[in-house]
């Protein structure tokens, strides 16, 4: 039986008719736009009786406030493949400026209900959360509501949000527009290729280290090009999220997004605690792997380079195929997930001009679906890629049936489930590998992860902290930029490599992301965590599969500690935790140490 050929380009036609011309769409956008005027008008013509009685209009409210939510969600969903498929689709920008102004009008009508749950006294808001159905949604409501006593007036804050259209997100996606229009020139075989963003990257794990220097010395080239631009949209997108804090009272840079993660700082010191006590196995990796490459040092376009001159491509067909057959190892809903995603052609991976760079996740709430963004060009680390988005949408599978209140899962634990994913491909990779050669190439490619979530997340950690100090005295030039994220790089990699990328900071999208704060440390939690999940997942086999479920399904309904000490009886504010995931990532390093270690 011939096995089913998987198409590498997504069906975005299943969901809205046309792309960014479809009339459908068009009509979705009227619809969500009458249902968030419908919500607000509600949220507005409310007057709270103080009592139990209030019971029924926050039920009615909640209600409204699902289907424009899944509306919304579903139109932010469909834009942003549409810009990612085809970063020349102008109508598409001009769609994702009318998501963005129902959004502001969203989370204003959203400020308005928060600042009425403020008004409650203790009392009777524990009164009115004894309905039934109100029960299930206990933690998210009164999470809405002390984060509402933290901020300005409803009114204060609906200006904001409404300015934020045309000035905060605006600055957001005129990044986007920018990099879109960028061009790495390339040569292949004779020939001068003028590549996407996402391509250019790509020939970074190229084993001709010729490739990869000369890819980033026009990669540095054309960020270097528009770096005022850059620095510009970096300085007034904090800038613009400094004067809220300021506003709002808030001295904490991190007050926000630590909320936003529902995690303690006490937990983000220790983990960070944890990995700088241990970085000395990572140094050792770096400078083997050095050695290995005839150099004394690696450099910046060294770091994903592959162990060997190996030039085995791994086809999407065999990527997914592994895929399916390793998550069911662990699992029958995981596997059939993943199934399911490539039969229905949730994946746009497909290898060509003009895509945007990078890989994300995105969610479908009203049709139930996912859509997976990548550029797959036949590498293990494409594979992992691939796992790791399938990850994310598996979470969002898992939450199926949750009240949609409790849907809002934060980055640190989202990250959780597709580190999770990745995990389990990664280590099936290394144990099937024939032979030697090949089983140190994989652990490689493996380490290159921990190296990247371990170093690279800290550097951008670090540099993120300090440029908002700087920030606080005046805007910040693209000399200081680079300079910051130098010292940065050489901090996080512990002095370790040869030449640094302090363009760095242009050329990631995280730091011009204006949804969330601190678009980083989130991820190293998540590697971490998962590895703990990974670990009992292990130790209990294929029955573990309910478990990890029920685990996805509580990450909005808790904070990390909580979900921690529920679901792993473990202390996040302590260090024996990270201290054991750390250790796991370091026994990669130790078998590629001995494996690679001189006779």
């Known amino acids: 039986m011939t096995a089913t050929t998987y198409s590498d380009v997504w069906n975005l036609e299943v969901l809205f008719q046309g792309g960014s011309e479809s009339l459908e769409f068009a009509k979705h956008l009227e619809l969500t736009s009458q249902l968030i005027d419908q919500f607000e008008a509600k949220v507005n013509n409310w007057t709270p009786l103080h009592s139990t009685e209030d019971q029924v209009h926050l039920i009615e409210l909640l209600a409204d406030f699902e289907r424009a939510g899944k509306k919304l969600r579903q139109a932010g969903a469909f834009v942003g493949c549409l810009q990612a498929q085809n970063t020349e689709d102008k109508k598409a920008y001009t769609l994702e400026a009318k998501v963005t102004g129902l959004s502001a009008a969203f989370q204003t009508a959203l400020g308005a209900l928060d600042s009425l749950l403020a008004a409650f006294t203790d009392e009777v808001w524990s009164q009115i959360l004894e309905a039934d159905s109100l029960r299930e949604v206990t933690f998210s409501l009164s999470e809405r509501r002390e984060r509402a006593k933290d901020k300005l007036s409803k009114e204060e804050e609906a200006i904001i949000s409404a300015l934020g259209v045309d000035g905060y997100h605006s600055w957001a996606q005129l990044y986007d527009l920018l990099v879109g229009k960028i ?71 991190l007050k926000e997004p630590l909320s936003i993660n529902r995690m303690k700082k006490e937990t983000l ?140 899962y934060a980055m640190n ?105 601190f678009y980083n440390f989130p991820y190293t939690f998540g590697y971490l965590f998962s ?14 599969e309910e478990k990890y479920i029920a685990l996805l399904r509580d990450t909005a309904s808790m904070t990390v500690e909580d979900l921690a000490a529920k679901h792993l009886q473990v202390d996040l504010t302590q260090k024996d935790f990270w201290e054991k995931a750390v250790h796991l990532c370091i026994d990669d390093i130790t078998e590629f140490l001995t494996l690679t270690a001189e006779k």
Not at 215 to 241: C, I, M, P
Not at 329 to 338: C, N, R, T, V, Y
Request: charged share 25%.
């Open 183 to 253: 061009k790495i020139p390339v040569e292949e075989k004779g020939e001068v290729k003028q590549l996407s963003v996402g391509q250019a990257f790509n020939k970074f794990s190229s084993p001709d280290r010729q490739v990869r220097e000369a890819v980033f010395k026009n990669w540095e080239q054309a960020w270097g090009d528009q770096a005022d631009y850059f620095a510009k949209t970096l300085n007034h997108l904090s800038g613009f999220r400094l004067n809220v804090y300021k506003k709002r009272g808030w001295e904490e840079v």
């Open 269 to 408: 010191e220790t983990m960070w605690s944890v990995i700088s006590e241990n970085k000395q196995p990572l140094v050792d990796y770096l400078n083997r792997k050095a050695k290995f490459l005839g150099l004394e040092k690696l450099s910046w376009f060294d770091l994903d380079a592959p162990y060997g001159k190996t030039e085995s491509k791994v086809s999407y067909q065999e990527g997914a195929q592994f895929i399916e057959r390793n998550f069911a190892l662990f699992g029958e809903k995981m596997s059939g997930f993943a199934k399911k995603a490539f039969e229905e052609q949730w994946i746009e991976a497909e290898d060509r001009p003009g895509k945007a760079p990078g890989g994300f996740c995105t969610g479908f709430p009203e049709s139930e679906e996912s859509r997976i963004f990548m550029t797959y060009s036949g590498t293990p680390s494409n594979v992992s890629t691939l796992a790791h988005e399938l990850g994310h949408g598996f979470h969002s599978y898992a939450m199926r049936g949750v009240h949609y209140l409790n849907r809002g």
């Open 531 to 544: 590895l703990g999940i990974y670990a009992q997942a292990i130790e209990e086999g294929k029955g573990y």
């Open 413 to 517: 634990v989202a990250e959780t489930a597709s580190t999770f994913a990745e995990m389990i491909v990664a280590d099936a990779a290394v144990k099937n590998a024939k032979t030697k050669e090949e089983k140190l190439i994989l652990l490689d490619d493996k380490i290159q992860r921990t190296v990247a979530l371990l170093m690279n997340i800290h550097a951008r950690f670090l540099f993120e902290t300090r440029f908002y100090e700087e920030r606080k005295h005046g805007q910040v030039s693209v000399e200081k930029l680079n300079d910051l994220m130098e010292a940065a790089q050489k901090e996080a990699y512990c002095d370790a490599l040869e030449q640094y990328h302090p363009l760095f900071w242009a050329s990631k999208l995280h730091f011009f992301i204006t949804g969330v704060p």
